[in-house]
């Protein structure tokens, strides 16, 4: 899963690099509080000094408008993991009461992407660290889910799980193709989330379905922060792809669950490594609640 994109709906940065919504105690070092001192060797973003104001989503509200821009800003990586999050300087930026963005920062901790940090006195919201433990886990979960999705398409009939696993082929033999590019993450990590999605929609049921969209762009965060670090194992996913389309075809629901899961371990064992090795971003305030 690899990718890089321009974020539209994003909150920008002030002249200091330091989103103005989010207000940053971090030690001095670019972007993200980290921990150990090999920041150059993870890039953590290429956001502009200055950004236009995001275009407001349409429909759901004010509370929608501030949950997807805030949301898409911190997926992109324009809010840092461990920014702290300031309630009146995002309605100041949206020019919106506290009200709804109180609302949307609520959900937004709800999905895990805020979370209290500091004493009870003194409590206020950061953006979700980027761990190897947190990571593994959305990981392995992801996994757990896909392979209940996958048993229910391999049991569908012979020519609706064939129909999947072209289509999964040919998905995946888009993604070769533009790995080999290597100019840009971004259609290569969209070709691998559609290859996910195709045989997730096919025939998963609602609960599924929605778990799956919040674990998703969790993920990407991770992706985005650590993909250039994690070394050239585009090959090992595209042979896990295979595997997994083959199992569809031949209707194993065992085999196919197996591919999925297996596919996902492997996915967070290597997340896991890459951050052992390049560090954590935004954990300092865990290790220093007090600050």
């Known amino acids: 899963m690899v990718y890089q994109t321009v974020c539209r709906n994003c909150i920008p940065f002030g002249t200091s690099g ?15 509080s980290v921990s150990t001192p090999r920041t150059s060797h993870v890039p953590a973003g290429t956001a502009p000094a200055t950004s236009p104001r995001p275009t407001r989503p349409t429909g759901g509200g004010h509370v929608t408008v501030a949950y997807e821009t805030i949301r898409a800003s911190i997926i992109s990586g324009e809010i840092p993991a461990g920014s702290r999050i300031v309630e009146r300087d995002v309605a100041a930026y949206l020019g919106l009461s506290r009200t709804p963005v109180r609302s949307a920062l ?22 979700t660290p980027l761990t190897a433990k947190d990571g593994w886990e959305l990981y392995l979960l992801l996994g757990r889910l896909e392979g209940l999705a996958v048993m229910h398409v391999a049991q569908r009939p012979r ?17 070769a193709a533009e790995s080999r590019k290597r100019s840009g993450v971004s259609h290569a990590f969209e070709l691998d989330l559609r290859f996910h999605r195709t045989f997730v929609a096919d025939s998963a049921g609602p ?9 998703t762009p969790q993920i990407e965060r991770y992706v985005r922060f650590y993909v250039r670090t994690m070394g050239d194992d585009i090959s090992v996913a595209l042979h896990e792809h295979e595997g997994i389309a083959r199992a569809i ?13 297996e596919h996902w371990n492997n996915s967070a064992d290597r997340i896991a490594s890459t951050i052992a090795q390049h560090g954590e971003r935004g954990s300092w305030h865990l290790r220093n609640p007090g600050t």
Do not use: C, K, M, W
């Open 18 to 32: 330091v989103p103005r919504i989010a207000r940053r105690r971090d030690p001095p070092l670019a972007y993200s």
């Open 159 to 175: 020519p609706a799980r064939a129909t999947v696993a072209r289509q999964l082929l040919t998905l995946n033999r888009s993604l």
């Open 207 to 215: 609960r599924v379905l929605a778990l799956h969209e919040v674990l």
């Open 249 to 261: 075809a031949d209707g194993d629901a065992v085999v196919a669950q197996r591919a999925v899961e």
């Open 106 to 127: 609520h959900r937004l901790q709800q999905e895990g992407f805020v979370a209290p940090t500091g004493r009870s006195a003194d409590q206020r919201l950061t953006v």
